[in-house]
């Protein structure tokens, strides 16, 4: 049973590109969680989806961020005209059910922003 | 507003000593706790979870309790070793779950 899968691991984008970043829950699990973590600092919760639905958006900045979970494949994290404050280390964490008890996490994608 | 504090942001100790990492929390009440380890460049990975009316959670040489009238809870490391050297997180979880910035522990040999 893989794991939760995210792609690409590292992605480099000059400020103004768009820069979108893959999960793929482990089989089973239809919740997807996700969080970004600066240098030094705790994850900070961004969005939670279920399959085609946005559950808990609270954590998104307002602009420019994005995220969908489509009935088939993986969750998108959309970042529009990305600047360097978004350089970051972005995890998305599945679960089997809603209730969030043990999120089974990505190993991330580090997005670097020229 | 919310606020969860881990202690201090780095802990270093010899093998073989207990390891203590402390959560403290404010404005909140979680209905769970729960305690990952993550390595540098990786995901954290789930340790342990402790319910609200639990006291105290073990797991081989790990032990956790949670004090909701403190609201604080502890994670205990016994008989540490240099593969235990990560950073460990602590989150808290009711409609949704909220993290620490974590306490990075090395264990000497």
């Known amino acids: 049973n893989a794991g939760v899968m995210q792609n690409p691991r590292h992605l480099v984008r000059r400020r103004g590109q768009e820069a979108r970043l893959r999960c793929s829950p482990m089989?089973?699990?239809?919740?997807v969680y996700w969080y970004r973590q600066l240098p030094e600092e705790g994850l900070k919760f961004m969005v939670y989806l279920q399959k085609e639905n946005i559950i808990d958006e609270s954590g998104m900045p307002k602009e420019r961020f994005s995220a969908e979970f489509p009935k088939e494949g993986p969750s998108i994290l959309r970042i529009q005209q990305v600047v360097r404050g978004d350089s970051a280390a972005y995890f998305c964490?599945?679960?089997?059910?809603?209730?969030?008890?043990?999120?089974?996490f990505g190993p991330g994608t580090r997005l670097l922003v020229l | 507003s919310q606020k969860i504090e881990q202690n201090s942001e780095a802990l270093n100790i010899q093998e073989g000593k207990t390891a203590t990492l402390t959560c403290n929390y404010t404005?909140?009440?979680?209905?769970?706790l729960q305690w990952y380890r993550q390595d540098p460049g990786r995901g954290p990975v789930f340790l342990l979870l402790?319910?609200?009316?639990?006291k105290e959670k073990r797991k081989e040489r790990l032990k956790v309790t949670f004090d909701t009238t403190l609201k604080q809870s502890l994670f205990h490391i016994t008989a540490s070793q240099p593969a235990d050297s990560a950073t460990y997180l602590c989150a808290l979880g009711d409609n949704d779950m909220r993290f620490g910035a974590g306490t990075r522990l090395t264990v000497k040999p």
């Open positions: 402790i319910r609200e009316n639990e």
């Open positions: 404005n909140y009440s979680p209905a769970y």
């Open positions: 964490a599945s679960s089997e059910d809603r209730h969030q008890e043990t999120q089974y």
């Open positions: 089989k089973g699990h239809s919740h």
